[in-house]
């Protein structure tokens, strides 16, 4: 059963940054979407951004223009670096891989334990 480890979170000043990685193991990384979610607690889990297995992007209005998805194909992983934090990006950030529709949808069964990201005012 393939298997995604998040890490990279921490607490970070507002207008500091953080990259974000994911890395798969058991999956054939390269032929999948890979999604980056945020979900505060009570809340519901958010995509926030997605790559697809030929590189195409596409980023949540909150995010967009601070926040950039790459993937090393060669290393098993997908990166978020996010730039310009915000307070209201605090959350529990999450990683998924899957077709490029069910990325954008969210639609897993199972998650990963996440990595927190905290930006202070």
């Known amino acids: 059963q393939g298997r995604l480890v998040e890490s990279g979170g921490g607490l970070v000043q507002a207008g500091g940054s953080l990259r974000l990685s994911c890395v798969a193991s058991?999956?054939?990384?390269?032929?999948?979407?890979v999604g980056w979610y945020r979900q505060v607690a009570g809340k519901q889990r958010d995509w926030v951004a997605a790559?697809?297995?030929?590189?195409?992007?596409n980023y949540a209005a909150s995010v967009k223009g601070r926040f950039t998805i790459s993937r090393d194909n060669a290393k098993n992983t997908v990166y978020l670096q996010m730039n310009n934090l915000k307070p209201e990006d605090t959350a529990v950030y999450y990683c998924n891989a899957g077709t490029w529709v069910a990325v954008l949808r969210s639609v897993f069964h199972s998650w990963g334990q996440g990595t927190q990201v905290t930006v202070s005012s």
């Open positions: 058991r999956i054939t990384f390269s032929t999948n979407a």
């Open positions: 790559i697809s297995d030929r590189g195409a992007t």
